[in-house]
């Protein structure tokens, strides 16, 4: 019996689907430690470029940022509510307003320009992102939390 529950506490408590954050003294800052920050993910929007290199792989409990630009090619947006649902979004700073939302489905550039945002990736599986209305692999980005 004890055997069996040694195993059983192991599986509970070992393997991929417990992904840790990246850092093992998150501190006083919990979460949002420097240590727990993943490297800053880049999305390009712009008419027939691809949207940025992938797959992107994420640790579930890691903090990120995300950079989206657009060149002002043409009016465009990038949309994965999937995605945008399985990860805690901290804030997103466009022209340095922070506006810190429950949660989104897309953004959408009429003009050239940036928006960061930042978030904790949360619920592990493969999402996209992607250009709406577009079938091309260049128009969307496999991200997966792990």
Known sequence: MRTLLTAATLALFSGPVLAAPLCHNLGFSGLLAKCNRGDTIEVTLSSGKPLGEGPVILESGAYYE????????????????????????????????????????????????TAEFSFIAIKPGRYHVLVPGTTGESQRLEIRIQ
């Open 66 to 113: 995300m950079e989206i630009t657009a060149d002002g090619t043409a009016e465009i947006g990038l949309t994965g509510p999937e995605f945008f649902h399985a990860i805690w979004m901290d804030e997103i700073v466009i022209n340095d307003i922070e506006v810190r939302p429950m949660a989104i489905d897309s953004f959408e550039f009429d003009d050239a320009g």
